[in-house]
């Protein structure tokens, strides 16, 4: 800490300890080997996908599974997966804004706290028990709503064909119901920031409260709905078990969302096939979800860069 | 913020023109009256959806919800004003959304309590599923393998986790290992489920070549998604300690290990187990991770380095994927799974409320 | 008992920054001495280095020495954690621990750093600690409530009780009233007097007015701009400051001509 030129007499050894004080010592070389073992961690998930997903990348196309090679195998799953995930986000963004500004702006200040209270709980829900639900209940009960789509909306691309329990659309609803919570936690928590002063200046001008959130909140908490709609693209993305037991895939690439024609995702097919798989298929599988590591890291540092552009611009972060 | 209805328009009582800029409508609804259209919307709906096709509650609650929009439009509209007939039917919208939403949470509930409750007994809980085929059987195996494995899983996250969130807190200085540790934490927050599992057989087909099944393999599996979860939660604890705690005890000649043990740790304790116990929750309901490193089986093992070990939630997917014949005993299993699942679930969540309501530190007189 | 502080040629930078410029005085035992000045003068920046608290702060350092009767604080293999164990401080805000009762308070600096003490030993300490910080009256009923439900110039007394626990040569206090209302700064006021008679007191304070009832000796710190460093303008007895100082600054200071 100091250094001094003069000469000084040697320390009186009342003030010193010789250099020790163990549980300092410890307690720090503790505290920063758990950081440093997190980022060695993370280090080793990649080096270890990457290993194991190697042979699946440099194999002789005909060996990979489905025998047309590596691209032809992912490709069909990163399409289910970025479908699923797209159908989920459109379900999950107007309600979550709607249900967050519903507890944040329009519930009663007592029953605001215990609906963010179940929401959370919610968001608890495994989602094995998402699947085993919509299997059960969700996908039956959209049989004849995708019956009516296709009768009134079939000129529209999405629908037509004979509809199934186990539809694209069945999927994406459900996953669209798991990541309600995430998002709508997300946009209470924004909306719940909104300056007072800005909602107090529109309303003493006699804007209506619609026109109140139309004029202080949304603008206040734009990117705030965004980062938690990445977040829950994120969530969707990733999510297993609720596709893995609900989606009914095929290889083939269609628009049209109420059939079982659509192809899988590649988290529910790793989850389906991996048990299974030995050799080269468990190359492939881990090249997969090497493929899906990297989708949801974009995704997430995307959420991420917007919160911290954000936080940059308010002062009050 | 709550802005009653009441609150914004006691200003129109009055006989007295209206200063609104608007200036058309010069009358208020009272209060009753929106109660009134919402309860014949709904009635019209459901008689509406009953009649055309068969009673089914999510269909009134949409064709009811519409009903009222135009309704209350129109009523305001004449009443009031435009703008107010606006903001009338967003207050619909917005309420009818989320009615909609607490429709999936209670089917949700209902379905798992009363499909799980046939199968919820004595026998369930005690017995686990070798050479069971058929009736009977239960999912003691499964339960013990999960508590196992999330108790492994604990052991491993939360003093990397803690330990991990003091270096940010108290050591790092926004340095580059903090900063690094900051940037990958969050990344770690987002990584799909079934890659951490990846990543746990990756690393173990190192050691004990491939193929290998282990609860140890689905605990690192976990582990992955659980330390994020206890950094971040424990780090936001740490940084509500007043740093005037921390002055006072440097002051009073006490080294900064015994500062951060004694004074920091326990004045946020409260938060950090609420933060631990929610981690716990997020991850004993894990299943893809679990289903490509630990697998499953019929009997009970309840050592996590020595082969295949059931757990709960993989337990009530293979109920579901791989049913023997006849089906209905295996689905009967799974719901009463699914029902315990949820119920460990929501006690971890009332358990991480009641801490931080009753352990949070004292500052009444 | 009490000390006398001996600081030489002291800078005190914040990473490249310099805050406090060439200080040299000496602080005398059993004696009250007042520091004042204008915002960021630097006048708690160095009050901090007397006890290196301000190495809390990342990127701070000293050049010079500080010596306590003779010790060098700054010497090669000097523990601050020992240091702060002679030279206690209250601070601005009253910040009992909140998760500790009155007594644990109290206690600390003993508790914390692990050491054994006897049960009556401990009650003893309490009781004279208390006692000494004008506590003891107000609190004897309740040692066991937490620290936190005390009023503010309560809580404040209670802070200084558990700096004279650890038994300190000097107490250094920053603003220690500047948090309290009228009756419980004087006494606070009232309980410096007494300390004095046993211990080195050194204060800073925003309050001349304060500075003139309580200390012996006056120090003012000065900065001749923003950006520069902060000096020690005039260091003299109290009245020689308040009523006849030698430098132009400390008087249009203290007359309120700026500050």
Request: aromatic share 8%; charged share 15%; glycine share 10%.
């Amino acid at each position: 800490m100091s250094t001094s030129t003069q000469t000084r007499e040697p320390a009186a050894a009342e003030l010193t300890t010789g250099g020790r004080r163990f549980g300092d010592q410890i307690f720090r070389g503790l505290s920063t080997s758990a950081g440093l073992v997190i980022l060695t961690a993370l280090f080793l998930v990649a080096a270890f996908l990457l290993w194991q997903a190697w042979p699946a990348l440099v194999a002789d196309p005909a060996d990979v599974r489905g025998g047309k090679g590596l691209v032809h195998y992912i490709a069909p799953l990163l399409v289910g997966t970025v479908m699923a995930a797209l159908i989920a986000l459109l379900t999950a963004l107007p309600l979550s804004i709607g249900i967050a500004l519903f507890i944040s702006h329009y519930a009663p200040r007592r029953l605001a706290s215990a609906l963010g209270y179940l929401v959370d709980l919610l968001a608890a829900v495994p989602s094995v028990i998402f699947g085993l639900w919509g299997i059960t209940v969700l996908g039956p009960g959209m049989i004849p709503v995708q019956g009516g789509l296709v009768d009134y909306l079939g000129w529209l691309p999405f629908f037509g064909g004979t509809s199934s329990p186990r539809s694209m659309l069945v999927t994406g609803l459900v996953l669209g119901i798991m990541i309600l919570p995430i998002m709508t936690a997300v946009n209470r928590e924004v909306f719940l920031q909104t300056p007072r002063l800005h909602e107090e200046a529109s309303l003493a001008l006699g804007a209506t409260r619609w026109e109140m959130i139309k004029q202080a909140v949304f603008p206040f908490g734009k990117s705030g709905i965004i980062s938690g709609a990445m977040l829950g693209l994120g969530r969707a993305l990733g999510e297993t078990m609720a596709v893995a037991i609900i989606l009914s895939p095929s290889v083939r690439y269609t628009s049209v969302l109420n059939t079982s024609g659509n192809p899988g995702t590649i988290a529910a097919d790793i989850a389906l096939n991996f048990p299974e798989s030995s050799g080269i298929d468990v190359n492939t599988l881990v090249a997969s979800g090497l493929v899906l590591f990297f989708l949801t890291l974009v995704v997430n540092m995307f959420a991420r860069w917007i919160v911290s552009r954000r936080s940059e611009f308010s002062g009050a972060n | 913020m709550t802005i009653t209805e009441h609150d914004q328009d006691t200003t129109n009582d009055t006989d007295e023109p209206s200063l609104e800029a608007s200036g058309r409508g010069q009358g208020t609804l009272p209060e009753w009256v929106r109660w009134a259209v919402a309860a014949a919307s709904l009635a019209v709906g459901g008689l509406l959806v009953a009649f055309l096709w068969k009673v089914n509650i999510p269909f009134t609650v949409i064709v009811g919800a519409l009903i009222y929009v135009v309704a209350i439009y129109l009523i305001s509209r004449t009443v009031e004003s435009q703008r107010h007939a606006v903001d009338r039917v967003v207050t619909g919208v917005v309420t009818t959304m989320f009615l909609l939403s607490l429709i999936p949470l209670i089917s949700l509930v209902v379905t798992v309590v009363t499909k799980g409750a046939e199968r919820f007994d004595a026998q369930f809980f005690t017995y686990s599923m070798r050479g069971v085929l058929g009736e009977g059987g239960g999912a003691y195996h499964a339960i013990m393998g999960t508590l196992v494995i999330t108790g492994v899983t604990t052991l491993i996250s939360v003093p990397i986790g803690i330990f991990a969130a003091i270096y940010l807190v108290e050591y790092g200085n926004k340095n580059a290992i903090s900063r690094a540790l900051t940037f990958f934490v969050d990344v770690m927050t987002g990584i799909p489920s079934i890659v951490a599992g990846l990543f746990a057989v990756a690393l173990f087909t190192l050691f004990l070549g491939p193929g290998t099944r282990m609860g140890i393999i689905g605990a690192v599996a976990l582990t992955v998604l659980m330390i994020p979860v206890v950094v971040k939660s424990t780090e936001e604890m740490l940084r509500l300690v007043p740093n005037e705690l921390r002055e006072a005890s440097y002051a009073l000649g006490v080294p900064k290990w015994l500062t951060i043990s004694k004074v920091v740790l326990p004045t946020a304790i409260a938060g950090i187990a609420t933060g631990v116990t929610l981690a716990i929750a997020r991850v004993i309901g894990e299943t893809a991770p679990l289903l490509v490193t630990v697998g499953t089986t019929d009997s009970t093992n309840l050592n996590p380095f020595d082969g295949r070990m059931q757990t709960l939630p993989v337990y009530a997917y293979y109920s579901y994927a791989t049913p023997g014949i006849p089906r209905e005993p295996y689905f009967a299993r799974m719901w009463a799974a699914a029902l315990t699942l949820m119920l460990i679930v929501m006690a971890l969540n009332v358990i991480a409320r009641l801490i931080s309501k009753y352990f949070a530190p004292k500052t009444g007189r | 008992m009490s000390k006398q502080i001996d600081v030489k040629d002291l800078n005190i930078y914040y990473g490249d920054f310099l805050a406090v410029q060439d200080v040299s005085t000496t602080i005398a035992p059993r004696s009250i001495t007042a520091l004042i000045g204008p915002s960021g003068c630097g006048k708690s920046t160095f009050l901090r280095a007397l006890n290196r608290m301000h190495e809390v702060i990342p990127g701070a350092k000293v050049k010079g020495s500080v010596e306590l009767d003779g010790q060098d604080m700054y010497g090669r293999g000097v523990d601050p954690v020992l240091v702060r164990r002679k030279v206690g401080m209250v601070f601005q805000k009253p910040n009992p621990f909140p998760t500790m009762s009155i007594k644990e308070n109290v206690l600390a600096g003993v508790k914390l750093n692990n050491k054994r003490i006897k049960k009556s030993e401990a009650e003893e300490l309490v009781e004279s600690s208390l006692k000494g910080a004008n506590l003891w009256n107000e609190v004897k009923d309740r040692l066991d409530k937490p620290g936190s439900g005390l009023s503010g110039g309560q809580q404040q007394r209670l802070c200084i009780a558990r700096t004279i626990a650890v038994k300190p040569e000097v107490v250094l206090m920053d603003e220690p009233c500047s948090a309290l209302d009228p009756i419980s700064t004087l006494a606070v006021e009232d309980l410096m007097a007494e300390l004095k008679n046993d211990y080195t007191i050194v204060i800073v304070t925003h309050n001349m007015q304060q500075a003139a009832r309580v200390s012996d000796k006056t120090g003012f710190f000065n900065i001749e701009g923003t950006g520069k460093p902060g000096k020690l303008v005039e260091y003299d007895e109290t009245s020689k400051i308040f009523n006849n100082p030698s430098e132009k600054a400390t008087e249009d200071y203290i007359s309120g001509r700026f500050g």
